[in-house]
Structure formats: C-alpha cells, structure tokens
C-alpha cells in the first residue's frame, strides 16, 4: 500500500501544527539575530540597568558629599570651641587685669586718704575695700562665664559629632549604644 503524499494537502489539514512550527522558525531566526548583536546576551541586562532606578543617582558621590560636610561641620566646630577658649583666656586675663588695677587704684585711694582724717580715712578705706571687692567679684563671674560658655560649646559640639557620627550606617557609635 504505498500512497502518494502530497504535502499541500497535509497543510491543509493541519493548519495549526503548520503555523506552530511556522512561528518556532521565526522565533528562532528572531533569537539568532538577536543574540549575535555586538551587545549580546548583555542587552537585556543592560535595558534592565536602564530601567531601574536605583542607578539613577550616584549614591557613593551623595555618601561623599555627606562625609565632606560632616568633616566640614567638625572643622567648624573645632574652629569654635578653640576660638571660645582664647575669648574666655582673654575674658580670665583681661578680668584679672581689671581686678588688679582696680586694686592698685583702691591702694591709692586708701594711701591718700591715710593722709586726711580719721574720719575720710575709713570712709575712703570702705569705698576703696568695696570697690576693690566688687571688682574681684565681677573678674571672678567673668572668668566663671568664660569658662562655662567654653565647656557648653565642647559639649555642644561633642553631642553633635556623636549624632552625626550614628547616623552613619557603618557607624562605632551605633554599635556600641544599640539603638
């Protein structure tokens, strides 16, 4: 029983194996063209990097910038917690200066007015103590204001340095206080 096969016919009567193999063939033409490219099989990587946007920014250039201003605000603080401690030597020299001048005016004053009366003398010797003592007392103040003015800003800036120091993420702060 040998039959002739005609192949059209056979097409004819399976229109869907015919055009399921028809659509592989193109597929794979399509999937040869596709991967001999330059690019490759790096094309989809690559309009997948395109697409995403995490690689939109240049996160390491914003750490950068970050870790430049947080080095810039460290500078700056140590600028002024340095300047602070010369105002508040200044402020202790100049209040001792104005204490012991005051002192020698006062001894002045209470030498000279040895020389009149009783009376003038402890009058004048009153005056001159006083004086005298409120100058100690407003070098004394000074130089204590000075000096608390000078630990507030340490503190102020140490407190700030820490804060910024556990916002980092690889931070040593962080690690050791657990937040």
């Known amino acids: 029983m040998i039959r002739d096969i005609d192949p059209i ?3 004819r009567k ?10 592989a063939v193109v597929l794979g033409a399509v999937a040869v063209v596709y991967l001999t490219q330059r690019s490759g099989p790096t094309r ?4 997948k990097t395109r697409i995403d946007p995490r690689g939109w920014v240049d996160t390491s250039e914003l750490r950068d910038r970050f870790h430049d201003a947080v080095d810039a605000f460290r500078h700056r603080a140590e600028d002024a917690g340095e300047r602070a401690s010369e105002l508040s030597r200044d402020a202790r020299h100049r209040a001792a200066d104005v204490a012991y001048d005051a ?3 006062a001894d002045e004053w209470f030498r000279s007015a040895r020389k009149g009366s009783k009376k003038v003398l402890k009058k004048q010797g009153k005056t001159a103590r006083r004086y005298a003592d409120d100058a100690g007392a407003y070098a004394r103040d000074h130089a204590r204001e000075g000096g608390a003015i000078l630990a507030v800003a340490t503190i102020a800036a140490a407190i700030g340095a820490a804060v910024l120091e556990s916002r980092r993420p690889d931070s040593r702060v962080r690690r050791i206080v657990r937040f």
């Open 9 to 11: 016919e056979e097409i």
């Open 14 to 23: 399976h229109p869907g194996i015919t055009a399921g193999s028809l659509a």
């Open 44 to 47: 989809y990587q690559r309009i």
């Open 103 to 105: 002192r020698d005016r």
